[in-house]
């Protein structure tokens, strides 16, 4: 549903949990 960037900004948002 979300695209390439939307992916590694939810990355982000892990990494940083």
Do not use: A, G, N
Not at 1 to 17: N, T
């Amino acid at each position: 549903i979300c695209k390439k960037k939307c992916k590694k900004r939810l990355l982000s948002v892990l990494s940083r949990l």
